[in-house]
């Protein structure tokens, strides 16, 4: 390969490793993937972080889907009826934290793009971070006694498939 060619790649190289650094940080980086990120502090500066991140698709997008997902774990889970009361159960504590999320989305939604001063944005992030932790205890009391009535195959089906609180 010529000189000429040679710079020509690195130049691609570097401009498409720069547009991409911009493009992270345009986004907030890596944190937006998280779904349990717990950083949305409704700091109406366009961050939402984990909760609401990439036009919605983060938690708030996950609370609009619940129905499905309840769907998609109690099929791939192959419940039996047996096991059926004990997956309501779980499935009631997953639609009551997906409301729960709907709720505090809509908040954030509804404060209008405003910044809220600092120790606004550190309560509003405080009563977040309690309302995961509440919808965490609430799921684990609901999941646990199911988690004990599944067979082992289904056991390392719900290991693989459920991941926290919604």
């Known amino acids: 390969m ?15 490793a720069t547009v991409g650094t911009v493009r992270a940080e345009q986004w907030g980086g890596p944190r937006h ?4 990120g717990a950083t949305m502090d409704g700091d109406g500066g366009g961050h939402m972080g984990g909760w609401m991140s990439h036009r919605g698709k983060g938690m708030c997008g996950m609370a609009r889907h619940i129905d499905g997902r309840i769907a998609f ?11 059926e009361k004990l997956f309501d159960d779980y499935a009631a504590a997953m639609r009551s934290n997906a409301q729960a999320v709907s709720d505090r989305c809509t908040a954030v939604k509804d404060q209008g ?3 809220l001063p600092l120790p606004d944005r ?6 977040f971070m309690e309302a995961r932790l ?14 004990d009535a599944l067979s082992d195959t289904q056991k390392e089906s719900a290991d693989e498939l459920i991941h926290g609180s919604i």
């Open 113 to 115: 793009g405003k910044r």
């Open 134 to 147: 509440e919808a965490l205890r609430t799921t684990s009391k609901a999941l646990k006694p199911l988690y």
């Open 73 to 83: 774990l109690k099929a791939e889970l192959k419940i039996t009826d047996s096991q």
């Open 122 to 127: 550190l309560d509003r992030r405080e009563q």
């Open 2 to 16: 010529n000189k000429t060619k040679v710079l020509a790649v690195v130049a691609v190289v570097l401009a498409v």
């Open 33 to 36: 993937h998280h779904m349990m």
